[in-house]
């Protein structure tokens, strides 16, 4: 039996007629004149194909009608073309959307993507252990400490990338992982309301994925670098104990209540969005009284009043190329792509300008 293709018409008979055979990749070799793992790398769009063998390869497929069957493909090439997310949120932006680049690479490149929802209760190796043992390999979205804890665990013999927070200078992943320099994304967000004229800049922090409660993340490291080089000693950052508009607000109401806040940045748009409410509560107003940054360039950031200024992520093409670092740890004949995340923009829009007070 023949595992590792089907033609869209190979069913159909008239009476009295055998089914067709479904063309395999073996037939579409031997149509084309060279070896099935030929097909196998034009399939998969490996760059190391002749532009003249590649073109006989395409007519072959075309002239027989084949069509890879994914799982046929899998058993036939000895590669799994599954792959399992490990991560501990789905319905925020940057990790929706960096499963979105995920979803995409994998569609693209003939392989199924599941997802495993990570929680605190989790007995965190048997859920690693559990989640590897189809095959295939891990993706790990790592910005807080349930999804970094999981890629430390995740064995050295399973193939593993990631999408991470900015690492630490001079210190690098357990594993091949992607990120941006978000970093350096907030200190130039920092020094932009220093440009304004504003005296200091308050910070909101995200939970970080790294060391104790008190450790700051690559965005709350930034903010500070921009104060100490314009000789500012930073105040105390809020925040950092959640991720949504609530938490924002909670912290908003206790800026609001200090007159010397002018400007603050806000570790992603979803604390901006609760600290806008807070302020607008409180009488003050955005940007005249205070000035207001958010981070990643949510959907509804440009949409809300005023509209929100913030730092763009381009998360979609995280995914994107983790997915490549991963497919290459799967693919023997796959050369993961040069990186082509661009890294990050700010965006300026109306939260944020010259003081009135």
Request: hydrophobic share 40%; aromatic share 6%.
């Amino acid at each position: 039996m023949d595992v590792t293709g089907h033609t869209s018409s190979g069913n159909h008979r008239g009476p009295g007629q055998e089914p067709r055979k479904a063309a395999s990749i073996r037939d579409v070799a031997e149509a084309a004149g060279v070896s099935y793992q030929t097909v196998s790398r034009v399939l998969n769009g490996h760059p190391n194909v002749r532009e003249v063998t590649r073109n006989r390869v395409e007519a072959a497929i075309e002239t027989l009608g084949f069509r890879r069957n994914a799982t046929a493909f899998a058993l036939a090439s000895g590669v799994t073309r599954s792959v399992t997310v490990l991560t501990s949120n789905t319905t925020l932006y940057g990790y929706a959307a960096t499963l979105q680049g995920l979803e995409e690479a994998a569609s693209a490149a003939g392989y199924s993507l599941g997802v495993k929802v990570l929680t605190p209760e989790d007995d965190l190796d048997r859920t690693i252990s559990s989640a590897a043992a189809g095959g295939g390999g891990l993706m790990v979205i790592g910005f807080d400490r349930l999804g970094a804890s999981a890629l430390r665990r995740v064995p050295a013999d399973v193939p593993c990338a990631a999408v991470v927070e900015a690492p630490p200078h001079g210190r690098r992943p357990p594993r091949p992982a992607v990120w941006a320099d978000d970093r350096e994304a907030a200190r130039a967000a920092t020094a932009y309301l220093l440009q304004l004229g504003h005296q200091t800049v308050h910070y909101v922090a995200i939970p970080t994925s790294v060391g104790t409660r008190r450790s700051e993340g690559p965005r709350a490291q930034g903010w500070r670098k921009a104060l100490e080089e314009a000789g500012i000693t930073p105040p105390e950052p809020h925040g950092g104990k959640g991720w949504d508009a609530q938490a924002g607000y909670d912290e908003g109401e206790q800026l609001a209540r200090d007159p010397g806040v002018t400007a603050i940045l806000c570790g992603n748009d979803e604390l901006a969005l609760g600290v806008l409410r807070a302020l607008h509560h409180a009488g003050r107003s955005v940007p005249g009284d205070v000035s207001v940054i958010g981070f990643d360039d949510a959907p509804h950031a440009g949409f809300v009043t005023p509209a929100l200024s913030t730092v763009r992520m381009d998360f979609q093409g995280l995914g994107r190329d983790a997915f490549a670092l991963l497919r290459g740890q799967l693919e023997s004949d796959y050369q993961p792509p040069a990186r082509t995340f661009a890294g990050t923009d700010l965006v300026i829009r109306e939260s944020s300008g010259v003081t009135d007070v």
